[in-house]
């Protein structure tokens, strides 16, 4: 359970304080940051600050849905607060790019079953952010330490009012900006898992069109395929999530007090970021989808294509024979007179006769290029 206090452009982290000690300054806004077990055990304690800070408490069915491990990415509201639950993409152990691929190429688990998806929760109230993640969440604190160094930063000198001052490296102006922030932040980790991912399935494409191997990893192939389509649905959820926030976040009062409308303007712009990283993802999950489907394809066109040339040659070869096998038929019969057969010379002659032939039957093949191999 961590807190943070966020005003005038600099962070705070309450480190020393409990839930009963929090309380709002004059224009800043807390960050509550808990892990699903704790929320669950301190509900009724995390409900108490709610009322104390912003009188007002969750409803219960949000409470079920910040609990709810399997629940997809979705957009809810009410007319005190919004609730986000957004499905984070990250590998579940964290390990490096580099030990996945290599132990995928000796055969091992592919990098596509290493992807964890986990719910993280946000509750968005007018000045305070209640964020409920997955135990051990690396992201949350990555971001954490991101943030409390821009704070640090931004410490020492004056705030200015300036949309370009208040980018992505600045401290986020509300707890709306400050989730958009965490959100977007989710999905670039995903992003930086596409080398990873396009590696692993060129890695299957080579082994797919080499002709010198036997490609037998189906098994991994197909659950790679099925992971792929489960990131697709995953996307999809997201993405519906931020395209309903983004409907809401129009509706909100010109005349709101505590949001003017720069900064409404901002959390617009910053959205459709959020929302424009999703579909990036989405596009690179459907292309590398494309990508193991059409080498599959290409793979038995290929073996298809290999088999003809096959049966093409072998063909061709019990075509130059058959005139041979019956020459050979003819002087096998038991008559007791047969042309040349009991010439001193004729075994050479029927020799001569049948390679005249083969040779023939060879050139006229290679001219109608049935005994080529086509270029690669």
């Keep these: 359970m961590r807190f943070f206090d966020l005003h005038s452009g600099s962070v705070a982290e309450l480190s020393s304080k409990t839930l009963a000690d929090l309380h709002l300054t004059e224009r800043g806004y807390l960050w509550l940051s808990v892990s699903r077990a704790e929320f669950e055990q301190q509900q009724a304690e995390l409900q108490s600050t709610l009322q104390r800070l912003c009188a007002l408490q969750l409803v219960d069915l949000h409470v079920s849905d910040l609990l709810n491990v399997q629940l ?9 607060y919004d609730l986000l639950v957004f499905r984070r993409l990250a590998t579940a152990n964290g390990q490096s790019s580099t030990t996945d691929a290599g132990t995928a190429h000796r055969g091992g688990l592919p990098i596509l079953r290493h992807i964890d998806t986990s719910p993280v929760g946000f509750v968005v109230f007018d000045r305070v952010l209640l964020s409920v993640h997955p135990e051990d969440c690396a992201l949350r604190d990555s971001y954490a330490q991101r943030l409390l160094t821009a704070g640090s930063a931004g410490g020492s000198v004056a705030v200015s009012t300036d949309l370009r001052s208040t980018g992505a490296r600045g401290v986020p102006t509300s707890p709306a900006d400050l989730m958009l922030r965490i ?8 992003l930086a898992l596409r080398r990873e991912l396009s590696h692993q399935l060129d890695h299957w494409q080579a082994e797919l069109l080499n002709p ?10 197909l659950a790679a395929r099925q992971s ?8 999809e959820d997201q993405r519906s999530a931020i395209q309903d926030w983004i409907e809401a976040l129009k509706g909100w009062p010109d005349n709101d007090a505590l949001t003017s409308q720069h900064e409404r303007d901002l959390l617009q712009v910053r959205s459709r970021d959020v929302l424009e990283h999703i579909e990036r993802v989405v596009h690179h999950v459907r292309q590398l989808e494309q990508s193991a489907e059409t080498a599959v394809q290409i793979h038995f066109n290929a073996q298809s294509h290999r088999t003809n040339e096959i049966m093409r040659t072998l063909t061709a070869l019990t075509a130059v024979f058959l005139p041979l096998n019956l020459i050979a038929g003819i002087f096998g019969m038991n008559f007791e007179s047969i042309p040349l057969l009991h010439r001193a010379n004729g075994f050479w002659l029927a020799m001569t006769a049948m390679a005249l032939i083969a040779l023939a039957l060879v050139l006229f093949f290679w001219r109608k290029r049935y005994l080529v191999r086509s270029g690669r």
């Excluded at 959100?183 to 995903?190: A, L, S």
């Excluded at 792929?228 to 996307?235: A, P, S």
């Design 72 to 80: 997809p990415s979705r957009y809810d509201y009410t007319s005190q």
């Design 183 to 190: 959100v977007n932040h989710m999905v670039d980790g995903f």
């Design 212 to 221: 010198k191997t036997r490609f037998a990893n189906w098994s991994t192939l």
């Design 228 to 235: 792929l389509h489960q990131l697709d649905e995953l996307c």
